[in-house]
């Protein structure tokens, strides 16, 4: 791929407010518009951006992530807040929250369901990106 | 769930560790784990014999489906427990044995051994639990256990030809026998044997009754192997003989034998139950042991035996039955007694003689008696236990046999006592059938001792030089012939109380009142009573058939029954039948073509649409709703509809991704115009990542071709269009029409109610996918996940042109 | 308002087969694409199409109902896994075939 200077430039400066703000709809989820399929998407555009500007070879340097473990580890998140609530005895994917105090941050809310919440996350960037890679990188 | 229910479920449980034994721990025979679990099983039943021969019943209940009626009942009574000690029992020496019949290199134990521990399971299940639903499931696991047993050699023909047949009947069976429970079910709304048992008397008048009598006997037909549905069994020999001896003698082929026992309460009333359960047993018996002189193999000989002597139980059970429809008089209480007997000794006999063809077969190379002869000298062990199996087949003192077939006689000739039916005249057929089938076991029994022990010695025929087995082999046969002597000898001391009354007690629950048990007296000698003569008679016919057998063996092929059993020419010509006209069917709709598939299916979804709409009188419109719509809204849709209705003439393939794009994205708009802000966000970015899909896949595609259909297909592809685009809005409409006299209020209000209550978030959206229907979502990402797998596998698994992995 | 959007939906549908009917495999996948478009506008359409606001509980009420949105947010996400699984057969198969004109693309019944 050729040198696109000014997709690149433009490239470094968004693709970590799309990251930050992927994670943001991630958290904010619960309460507002947002949650793990949407965070996920955002996240999965921005990665697939980062290919488009700066290659398949530099990227894959950075970013030695194996996308088929990022699904694997997000479905056994997803499934493994299930089993707390069979642990206590009450159905499967029973989910609990509660208010907690945390230093700095003030009293907040932690729920299983946002344990949940990323394992959808993972599942989604992981489905996204190896689907577009493994077409991508079959170039041949 | 107890420990009942544990012992059921143990050998399925104990099936997912076998193929981890056998890859890592490969010193040891993948045997001698599976051996310990029927043995445990064993002592534990045995220690409940005490408790069910009391009378009373252990019941254990586990919800499973209770919304339908369906639960995992356990129940053990006398019945029940006989049988779960057969498959237990016999389940741990034919394990034992086949440890040394089947070698640790070469062999694929683990496939063997988790078929075995599945068809254990599931045996067990069948006959402890009280629901039929549930039985019906184990029945059909049963099928496909012996059905993978069967073509546990796969490589060979026959063997696959074997397990297709048998699963073929005995499949068809179970789901006649599926359609009969159902058919209990309408009559008595219950699924439990014992809650219909107690509506027994209610029901016979139904018009179901016969036909769920009918169903059910085809069902317990094809599984015990009943003529003409017996010739699956002796194409099962080609299971290894430990599975032979276990499910084709012992255990599951006696499944149907256990079904018309324990359906018996419910149907043995009728007169129609006694007619077809005896003659079909009387004639099987008199068939299966007829054709059994014919065959040269050993297994088949055993095979067709068994088919016989299953004949001859399933007779017993019908006969008395007539116990039931003459108010329960003593006299006919001695076949029901002989048949469970019957059931035992048999069980002893056939394994020990299916082991012992095992060994000969194990050690010579061949199971054909032509080749056969003279093995007397080298294997004296062996030798000794065929003749006590044969000789109790063949119904000899001081072996169990003799004992089993004199009260079967006594059975039939009791029934010369009925008043009804003509049987003064009738029965002495019953006799007769009864009388000749006899004379047959007694010469295909000493064919099995004297054609393969006796005369002359032929070396050259033979693969191997014959030797007496190991040690581990004789085992088992060994524990079962003695069990065929002591059981001969003693049969008062062993069995009468503890498990042939009880056993009675469930076929016939009614007929004592309460407290009472039956008199199961089993002895020899009962003087010169007609049954002894008529032992005799078999005897001394059968020795003089036996000598002269060269003389009429022509009678078979005079029969033409020399070559194969002629049912089987039906079941070819059948197959044949099926397999081609379903081709026929097939390649008429499937022409290879998606375009008519999906034309197909859409006509298939417009004629549904409509027939709901005219049957159910389901259109409505309701105009007050049109109301007034902001401007832009009016512009939305028109642009969204025409974009839409550009798509299909667009030839270049970027502006048909641009085109898609821009419907997806007008999609979004309606989302935030619709107030649902997650929807618009992720709507905008699906579009996104799948555009990028588009662009990536496209790049490789050709450029979109202008359609070169005939004008008439054309016309007809936009009718049917245009067909399912109108049903939808009819749809749409209809419902959205309907919506105010719903009779049932919306579940959204629930979550509405309880989004902040229950789960603690304020986007009621995301509250419901992660929280309140969380198993959707769980389930959704497994999809998405199974789909990225199979873009992976699409690219990166490529056959090459032989058809194998290239990468 | 509903009525007007069962329309847009049925254009969509009455496309939608149109394309999936013709020879060409990536008109196919185009017009798969649309039916769960057209699929989830309807959905949403016969859930109703409330005026009420977001179902967000931080603003005011009435909200509009949930359930629909959540069950296309469901059927949005899972399409999308379908139409990439799509995406890559219909590739792989021009890949091995060299052709994407469906009537040349048949199966083995001729033979």
Request: charged letters at 10%; glycine letters at 8%.
């Given at each position: 791929m050729k040198n696109n200077v000014s997709l690149q430039t433009v490239t470094r400066l968004t693709v970590f407010i799309v990251l930050a703000f992927s994670i943001y709809l991630l958290l904010a989820g619960h309460h507002a518009p947002g949650g793990g399929f949407i965070g996920g998407l955002m996240a999965a555009s921005a990665i697939v951006l980062l290919y488009l500007s700066f290659g398949m070879k530099k990227i894959s340097k950075v970013f030695t992530i194996s996308y088929p473990y990022l699904i694997a580890v997000g479905l056994l998140l997803a499934m493994g807040t299930g089993f707390i609530g069979v642990l206590v005895g009450d159905p499967f994917l029973t989910q609990y929250y509660d208010y907690f105090y945390i230093p700095f941050l003030g009293t907040v809310e932690l729920t299983t369901a946002l344990i949940f919440d990323i394992g959808v996350y993972f599942v989604v960037v992981g489905v996204a990106l190896f689907s577009i890679l493994t077409i991508a990188e079959d170039d041949a | 769930m107890s420990l009942l229910h544990l012992v059921i479920l143990a050998p399925f449980i104990l099936a997912i560790f076998i193929p981890l034994f056998f890859k890592y721990v490969k010193q040891v025979h993948t045997g001698w784990?599976?051996?310990?679990?029927?043995?445990?099983?064993?002592?534990?039943?045995?220690?409940?014999?005490?408790?069910?021969?009391?009378?009373?019943?252990?019941?254990?209940?586990?919800?499973?489906?209770?919304?339908?009626?369906?639960?995992?009942?356990?129940?053990?009574?006398?019945?029940?427990?006989?049988?779960?000690?057969?498959?237990?029992?016999?389940?741990?020496?034919?394990?034992?044995?086949?440890?040394?019949?089947?070698?640790?290199?070469?062999?694929?134990?683990?496939?063997?051994?988790?078929?075995?521990?599945?068809?254990?399971?599931?045996?067990?299940?069948?006959?402890?639990?009280?629901?039929?639903?549930?039985?019906?499931?184990?029945?059909?696991?049963?099928?496909?256990?012996?059905?993978?047993?069967?073509?546990?050699?796969?490589?060979?023909?026959?063997?696959?030809?074997?397990?297709?047949?048998?699963?073929?009947?005995?499949?068809?069976?179970?789901?006649?026998?599926?359609?009969?429970?159902?058919?209990?079910?309408?009559?008595?709304?219950?699924?439990?044997?014992?809650?219909?048992?107690?509506?027994?008397?209610?029901?016979?008048?139904?018009?179901?009754?016969?036909?769920?009598?009918?169903?059910?006997?085809?069902?317990?037909?094809?599984?015990?192997?009943?003529?003409?549905?017996?010739?699956?069994?002796?194409?099962?020999?080609?299971?290894?003989?430990?599975?032979?001896?276990?499910?084709?003698?012992?255990?599951?082929?006696?499944?149907?034998?256990?079904?018309?026992?324990?359906?018996?309460?419910?149907?043995?009333?009728?007169?129609?139950?006694?007619?077809?359960?005896?003659?079909?047993?009387?004639?099987?018996?008199?068939?299966?042991?007829?054709?059994?002189?014919?065959?040269?193999?050993?297994?088949?000989?055993?095979?067709?035996?068994?088919?016989?002597?299953?004949?001859?139980?399933?007779?017993?059970?019908?006969?008395?039955?007539?116990?039931?429809?003459?108010?329960?008089?003593?006299?006919?209480?001695?076949?029901?007694?002989?048949?469970?007997?019957?059931?035992?000794?048999?069980?002893?006999?056939?394994?020990?003689?299916?082991?012992?063809?095992?060994?000969?077969?194990?050690?010579?190379?061949?199971?054909?008696?032509?080749?056969?002869?003279?093995?007397?000298?080298?294997?004296?062990?062996?030798?000794?236990?065929?003749?006590?199996?044969?000789?109790?087949?063949?119904?000899?003192?001081?072996?169990?046999?003799?004992?089993?077939?004199?009260?079967?006689?006594?059975?039939?000739?009791?029934?010369?006592?009925?008043?009804?039916?003509?049987?003064?005249?009738?029965?002495?057929?019953?006799?007769?059938?009864?009388?000749?089938?006899?004379?047959?076991?007694?010469?295909?029994?000493?064919?099995?001792?004297?054609?393969?022990?006796?005369?002359?010695?032929?070396?050259?025929?033979?693969?191997?030089?014959?030797?007496?087995?190991?040690?581990?082999?004789?085992?088992?046969?060994?524990?079962?012939?003695?069990?065929?002597?002591?059981?001969?000898?003693?049969?008062?001391?062993?069995?009468?109380?503890?498990?042939?009354?009880?056993?009675?007690?469930?076929?016939?629950?009614?007929?004592?009142?309460?407290?009472?048990?039956?008199?199961?007296?089993?002895?020899?000698?009962?003087?010169?009573?007609?049954?002894?003569?008529?032992?005799?008679?078999?005897?001394?016919?059968?020795?003089?058939?036996?000598?002269?057998?060269?003389?009429?063996?022509?009678?078979?092929?005079?029969?033409?029954?020399?070559?194969?059993?002629?049912?089987?020419?039906?079941?070819?010509?059948?197959?044949?039948?099926?397999?081609?006209?379903?081709?026929?069917?097939?390649?008429m709709q499937m022409t290879g073509r998606l375009n008519n598939y999906l034309a197909f299916m859409s006509v298939f979804l417009i004629a549904i649409l409509a027939y709901g709409l005219i049957e159910f009188d389901a259109f409505a419109l309701d105009t007050s709703i049109v109301g007034d719509i902001p401007i832009y809204f009016w512009i939305l849709a028109v642009v969204t509809v025409a974009t839409t209705i550009t798509m299909p003439f667009i030839q270049n393939r970027i502006a048909a991704i641009i085109t898609i794009g821009v419907v997806g994205y007008l999609l979004a708009l309606f989302f935030v115009f619709f107030k649902a802000p997650d929807l618009a966000l992720t709507q905008l970015l699906v579009e996104t990542v799948t555009t990028t899909l588009f662009l990536l896949c496209f790049y490789h595609l050709p450029e979109l071709r202008k359609e070169k259909s005939k004008p008439r297909f054309k016309i007809a592809n936009l009718i049917i269009s245009l067909g399912v685009g109108i049903g939808v809005m009819i749809v749409g409409i209809s419902s959205i029409a309907m919506k105010a006299g719903r009779p049932f209020e919306s579940i959204s209000e629930y979550f509405k109610e309880n989004a902040y209550e229950l789960a603690g978030g304020k986007n009621m959206v995301n509250v419901i996918l992660v929280d309140f229907r969380g198993v959707d979502t769980m389930l959704e990402i497994l999809v998405l996940a199974i789909a990225g797998l199979g873009v992976y596998s699409l690219i990166k698994l490529r056959m090459n042109d032989e058809g194998g992995r290239l990468k | 308002m509903e009525i007007l959007m069962v329309v847009v939906v049925g254009?969509?549908?009455?496309?939608?087969?149109?394309?999936?009917?013709?020879?060409?495999?990536?008109?196919?996948?185009?017009?798969?694409?649309?039916?769960?478009?057209?699929?989830?506008?309807?959905?949403?359409?016969?859930?109703?199409?409330?005026?009420?606001?977001?179902?967000?509980?931080?603003?005011?009420?009435?909200?509009?109902?949930?359930?629909?949105?959540?069950?296309?947010?469901?059927?949005?996400?899972?399409?999308?896994?379908?139409?990439?699984?799509?995406?890559v057969l219909a590739y792989r198969t021009y890949k091995q075939h060299k052709t994407d004109d469906l009537d040349q693309l048949r199966g083995s019944s001729d033979e």
């Open positions: - | 784990f599976v051996l310990v679990l029927p043995t445990i099983l064993f002592i534990y039943l045995i220690q409940l014999i005490p408790t069910v021969s009391g009378g009373e019943p252990i019941v254990e209940s586990l919800a499973w489906v209770p919304s339908l009626g369906i639960n995992f009942d356990v129940y053990i009574d006398g019945l029940a427990l006989l049988f779960a000690l057969l498959i237990t029992g016999i389940g741990a020496l034919v394990v034992l044995y086949s440890i040394y019949y089947l070698t640790k290199k070469g062999e694929a134990l683990h496939n063997f051994y988790v078929y075995l521990l599945m068809f254990m399971g599931a045996m067990l299940g069948v006959v402890l639990s009280g629901n039929l639903m549930v039985i019906y499931v184990f029945w059909e696991l049963t099928s496909l256990a012996s059905s993978l047993l069967i073509g546990y050699w796969h490589h060979r023909e026959k063997s696959r030809y074997g397990a297709q047949k048998s699963m073929l009947i005995t499949v068809t069976g179970g789901f006649s026998m599926l359609a009969s429970f159902s058919l209990l079910y309408v009559m008595t709304g219950s699924f439990n044997i014992q809650e219909i048992i107690a509506q027994a008397g209610d029901i016979a008048t139904s018009p179901l009754f016969i036909p769920a009598m009918l169903l059910i006997l085809l069902g317990a037909f094809t599984k015990s192997a009943q003529f003409p549905f017996h010739i699956w069994l002796p194409d099962a020999m080609e299971a290894p003989t430990p599975v032979s001896a276990y499910l084709h003698s012992a255990t599951m082929v006696k499944a149907g034998i256990y079904l018309v026992a324990r359906m018996s309460p419910v149907f043995a009333g009728a007169s129609e139950w006694f007619w077809i359960v005896s003659v079909f047993g009387m004639f099987t018996l008199l068939w299966g042991s007829f054709n059994a002189v014919r065959q040269t193999d050993l297994k088949s000989i055993l095979a067709y035996s068994t088919i016989s002597q299953l004949g001859m139980i399933m007779s017993l059970l019908g006969l008395g039955s007539a116990a039931a429809f003459y108010n329960y008089e003593e006299v006919y209480f001695t076949a029901t007694i002989a048949a469970v007997f019957h059931l035992i000794n048999h069980s002893t006999f056939k394994g020990s003689l299916f082991m012992v063809a095992g060994i000969v077969d194990h050690e010579t190379g061949t199971r054909d008696i032509r080749y056969l002869g003279g093995l007397m000298t080298f294997m004296p062990i062996t030798f000794t236990l065929s003749i006590i199996g044969a000789f109790s087949m063949a119904g000899i003192y001081p072996f169990n046999g003799f004992l089993s077939k004199e009260m079967f006689l006594t059975g039939v000739l009791n029934t010369l006592m009925m008043t009804d039916f003509n049987m003064q005249s009738i029965g002495f057929l019953f006799v007769a059938v009864a009388w000749i089938a006899s004379v047959f076991t007694f010469i295909y029994s000493m064919i099995i001792v004297f054609k393969t022990f006796t005369g002359k010695y032929q070396p050259e025929k033979l693969d191997k030089k014959p030797h007496e087995a190991p040690i581990g082999m004789l085992i088992s046969p060994i524990i079962l012939a003695s069990l065929v002597i002591l059981f001969g000898l003693f049969p008062n001391q062993f069995l009468s109380y503890t498990l042939i009354e009880p056993a009675v007690q469930s076929i016939l629950p009614t007929a004592l009142p309460a407290g009472e048990q039956f008199y199961v007296n089993i002895y020899p000698w009962h003087g010169w009573t007609p049954e002894l003569w008529l032992t005799i008679g078999v005897i001394v016919v059968g020795t003089i058939m036996y000598l002269t057998l060269t003389k009429w063996q022509n009678i078979y092929k005079i029969l033409r029954l020399h070559k194969k059993d002629p049912i089987n020419y039906i079941y070819d010509g059948f197959l044949d039948k099926l397999v081609t006209g379903s081709q026929k069917i097939t390649y | 254009v969509m549908f009455t496309i939608a087969t149109y394309m999936v009917l013709t020879k060409s495999l990536l008109r196919v996948i185009l017009g798969t694409v649309l039916y769960s478009h057209g699929a989830h506008l309807l959905i949403l359409t016969m859930g109703g199409l409330g005026t009420g606001a977001a179902p967000l509980l931080s603003t005011e009420g009435p909200h509009s109902d949930p359930l629909p949105q959540a069950l296309v947010l469901t059927a949005i996400v899972i399409s999308f896994g379908v139409t990439a699984f799509l995406l």
